[in-house]
């Protein structure tokens, strides 16, 4: 599976921002997707991820209320629609498949990541 993921960009605090993710190779809609992001001096962190379905979604408290993720099966796409951003939330934002969870160590496809910067 392969993933290309875009959308990010440079955006002022309280504004918002969709990411795409689209997946190409050995069916992608079977797989369960998730968001992850990494800021400088930290590890990757779990985001949000959403089953293969779309029937279920799960979230860090840090972007739930704010955050969203959907998928469009058709299109093999999966969106992280993102309001409210705050300065923490700046990171490159990577999509990751083919794992089920918030461990970001047992995702085994991962897209190239797409940088956020939000500014205060």
């Known amino acids: 599976v392969q993933l290309q993921a875009c959308g990010g960009g440079l955006v002022q605090a309280g504004g918002s921002l969709r990411l795409s993710c689209a997946a190409s190779?050995?069916?992608?809609?079977?797989?369960?997707m998730g968001w992850f992001r990494q800021s400088p001096g930290k590890e990757r962190e779990f985001v949000a991820r959403i089953s293969r379905s779309g029937s279920y979604t799960y979230y860090d408290e840090s972007v739930k209320g704010r955050f969203t993720i959907s998928r469009d099966s058709a299109k093999n796409t999966v969106y992280l629609q993102m309001n409210s951003l705050k300065p923490e939330d700046t990171a490159v934002y990577y999509c990751a498949a083919g794992g089920y969870g918030t461990s970001s160590g047992v995702y085994p496809y991962w897209g190239q990541g797409t940088l956020v910067t939000v500014s205060s």
């Open positions: 190779g050995r069916t992608p809609s079977s797989y369960d």
